[in-house]
């Protein structure tokens, strides 16, 4: 089974811009987290949705929105790229919104922006 | 304000001794607690949880303990292998949320 797949890997924005990152959870997860990490620093929530629902956001600006779709796979966008947006941006999947609770959470590898 | 602390220093120990981590949390009430392994570009894993009615859990060569009234987690590794070698994320949550404390890195030296 595929795990956790995000897309892309790596990407460079320039100050300004728009940038929109993909996540496709576990087949069967419906709950998908995002999370922004910079270096040497632990996670920070960014939003969960589960259902298409927006359940949680964490402290980030409104130049962070999210979107789930039918098929849970879900997207970040971030307008108005400023360099500190700069991080490794996570996401995360688990069966339910409260699946954490009990599984913790599966964790994809990654996109990794770059904001110059 | 919340504040989850984990030694930001790297811990070095040799192989076969047992690796100790600490995570300590204030003006925080969580209702679990998570622990994470993270290697470098890669997202974190899940390696064990223990709520706040339970004192201690064990998986494999791992054990976790959680005193809510120091409000502290240990984190062990017993037996360690260089393969051990990684970032340890902690994480509390309180719903379905979570939030990671800053890790701490693990260097096992054979």
């Known amino acids: 089974d595929a795990g956790v797949t995000q897309s892309p890997t790596h990407l460079i924005k320039t100050r300004g811009q728009h940038v929109t990152l993909r996540c496709s959870p576990i087949?069967?997860?419906?709950?998908v987290s995002w999370y922004q990490q910079v270096l040497g620093q632990g996670p920070q929530f960014i939003f969960q949705?589960?259902?298409?629902?927006?359940?949680g956001r964490g402290n980030f600006p409104d130049r962070f929105s999210a979107r789930q779709f039918p098929n849970y796979s879900s997207e970040l966008n971030v307008n108005a790229l400023l360099l500190g947006d700069s991080a490794l941006y996570l996401c995360?999947?688990?069966?339910?919104?409260?699946?954490?609770?009990?599984?913790?959470?599966?964790f994809g590898s990654g996109t990794r922006l770059t904001v110059v | 304000s919340q504040k989850i602390e984990q030694n930001s220093e790297a811990l070095n120990i040799q192989e076969g001794k047992t690796a100790t981590l600490t995570c300590n949390y204030t003006?925080?009430?969580?209702?679990?607690l998570q622990w994470y392994r993270q290697d470098p570009g890669r997202g974190p894993v899940f390696l064990l949880l223990?709520?706040?009615?339970?004192k201690e859990k064990r998986k494999e060569r791992l054990k976790v303990t959680f005193d809510t009234t120091l409000k502290q987690s240990l984190f062990h590794i017993t037996a360690s292998q260089p393969a051990d070698s990684a970032t340890y994320l902690c994480?509390?949550?309180?719903?379905?949320?979570?939030?990671f404390g800053g890790g701490t890195r693990l260097m096992v030296k054979p």
């Open positions: 087949s069967g997860h419906k709950s």
């Open positions: 003006n925080y009430s969580p209702a679990y």
């Open positions: 223990i709520r706040e009615n339970e």
């Open positions: 949705y589960y259902e298409k629902e927006e359940r």
């Open positions: 995360a999947s688990s069966f339910t919104f409260e699946g954490v609770y009990y599984y913790g959470y599966t």
């Open positions: 994480a509390l949550g309180a719903g379905n949320m979570l939030t």
